[in-house]
């Protein structure tokens, strides 16, 4: 592994239906976060975690829930996705919390029906 | 509220020079951000500005201008590989990013 990877790449889900993105870091960088990237929109932060075992809320947090119980995993779990949910998730990190660049997973596509 | 403002598209000549500009009202400023993002890939970070002035970083420069809540992103030599997003982001008062839905650059030859 190098940098950041997420998994799935993409998925089709169907609303109501549970789903964990996984996103995992090699880097060893104590923050971590999760936007979602919409259309005409910038970049969402919807939770983030400045270390391990800590996590927040961001802008757009309704329908999401993340956990941190390690410094290099921070899966993002939509408990009941709507259609609304559908967008481009991305996963980045950084070496800490505030610190000058992020650096981004390449990202899941999902698709909520 | 926040508020991060760039153009939605801007089309240029191989060779030629362009400016993206983004202005910003937000809750504190810790920071202003370019990153890059061709169709289809993650964003990655382009500059870093802080201070007011100008930083260069090869064919790349970033300006910004505090009291103004102004920055501009300069692309000189543009080459094809350019064609991407190039997306603004502050780092507010509680240090977290600040989004622009990005500027679609579209060099032609």
């Known amino acids: 592994i190098a940098g950041i990877t997420q998994a799935p790449t993409s998925q089709i889900l169907a609303a109501g239906r549970r789903m964990t993105l996984r996103c995992t870091q090699d880097m060893r960088h104590n923050a971590m976060y999760w936007y979602r990237q919409d259309l005409g929109l910038g970049l969402r932060l919807i939770h983030y975690s400045n270390t391990a075992g800590t996590t927040g809320k961001g802008e757009v947090p309704d329908g999401y829930s993340v956990s941190r119980a390690n410094t290099d995993d921070f899966p993002l779990t939509l408990a009941s996705a709507v259609p609304s949910q559908t967008s481009v998730y991305f996963c980045?990190?950084?070496?800490?919390?505030?610190?000058?660049?992020?650096?981004f997973g390449p990202g899941t596509r999902l698709t909520v029906l | 509220g926040q508020n991060i403002d760039q153009p939605t598209e801007m089309t240029a000549t191989e060779g030629a020079i362009v400016q993206i500009n983004c202005t910003y009202q937000?809750?504190?400023?810790?920071?202003l951000f370019w990153y890059q993002q061709h169709a289809g890939e993650a964003p990655t970070f382009l500059s870093y500005?802080?201070l007011d002035g100008l930083e260069e970083k090869g064919r790349f420069s970033s300006f910004l201008s505090r009291s103004k809540g102004y920055s501009y992103l300069l692309l000189k030599e543009l080459q094809m590989k350019d064609s991407a997003s190039y997306l603004c982001?502050?780092?507010?008062?509680?240090?977290?990013?600040?989004w622009g839905a990005g500027t679609k650059l579209i060099i032609k030859p």
């Open positions: 982001a502050v780092r507010d008062s509680n240090y977290q990013l600040i």
């Open positions: 937000t809750s504190g400023f810790n920071g």
């Open positions: 500005n802080v």
């Open positions: 980045a990190s950084s070496a800490l919390a505030g610190a000058d660049e992020q650096f």
